[in-house]
């Protein structure tokens, strides 16, 4: 992990697209800007979390499981054709 201290105003740059500014310091807080591309998703750390998971219980439990998905399809409609 890098560890940077920067004050109010100034930046850090990630790579040649993304740049990170401090807005504000208060109490306990820090407030940052982000500039990115519209292509680069960027999440609070407990909201990626909560995706991540979301699409793990998404997921196919099985590969297979897509195959005997369109095996039955398959079925239906040579059923229906008949």
Same mark, same amino acid.
């Given at each position: 992990m890098l560890v940077l201290t920067r004050k109010v105003g100034?930046? /850090?740059? /990630? &790579? $040649? $697209? #993304?740049? #990170?500014? #401090?807005?504000? #310091?208060?109490? &306990?807080? +820090?407030?940052?800007?982000?500039?990115?591309?519209?292509? /680069?998703? /960027?999440?609070?750390?407990?909201?990626?979390? +909560? +995706?991540? &998971?979301?699409?793990a219980q998404a997921r196919l439990p099985d590969p297979g499981s897509l195959t005997d998905a369109a095996a039955a399809w398959e079925v239906y409609v040579d059923g229906r054709r008949s």
């Open positions: 100034e930046r /850090i740059r /990630i &790579g $040649d $697209d #993304v740049s #990170v500014q #401090v807005l504000e #310091v208060r109490g &306990g807080q +820090v407030r940052l800007g982000f500039a990115a591309p519209a292509e /680069i998703r /960027i999440f609070r750390e407990e909201i990626f979390r +909560v +995706v991540e &998971g979301q699409n």
